[in-house]
């Protein structure tokens, strides 16, 4: 079973960037479709960005397009999303997620991935 571990949460200033990493356990990380979600405190889980596993097309939440990109190395089975004019709003945990059974275009829909890893969080604070 696949196991993912994410990375490089922290705090940061409003308007900083960071970058968040997704390593995946199996070295089949292009059999996946990738997707990113965060949980702000009190609120409901939501996607931020996903790409797909065929053709690596990417798809990105309205809140952040512009802002946050999403990519993939395969050679070190690691999925990144580069987080850039952070809002002090895009702080709580940030999950990767991963499912083998997504064809086409990525989607972000939780019920879609099947395999979740622990988060990491991400502080957006002065």
């Known amino acids: 079973q696949v196991q993912l571990v994410e990375s490089g949460g922290g705090l940061v200033q409003p308007g900083g960037s960071l970058r968040l990493s997704c390593a995946l356990s199996e070295w089949t990380l292009n059999y996946y479709a990738i997707g990113w979600f965060r949980q702000a405190p009190g609120k409901e889980r939501e996607g931020v960005s996903c790409i797909s596993k065929i053709d690596n097309s990417t798809y990105y939440s309205d809140s952040v397009r512009g802002r946050f990109t999403i990519f993939r190395d395969n050679d070190k089975n690691i999925v990144y999303l580069q987080m850039n004019s952070l809002r002090p709003e895009e702080t709580g945990d940030y999950y990767c997620?991963?499912?083998?059974?997504?064809?086409?275009?990525?989607?972000?829909?939780?019920?879609?991935?099947?395999?979740w890893g622990q988060g990491t969080h991400v502080t957006v604070s002065s």
């Open positions: 997620a991963a499912e083998p059974r997504l064809f086409g275009t990525c989607v972000l829909t939780e019920r879609k991935y099947n395999y």
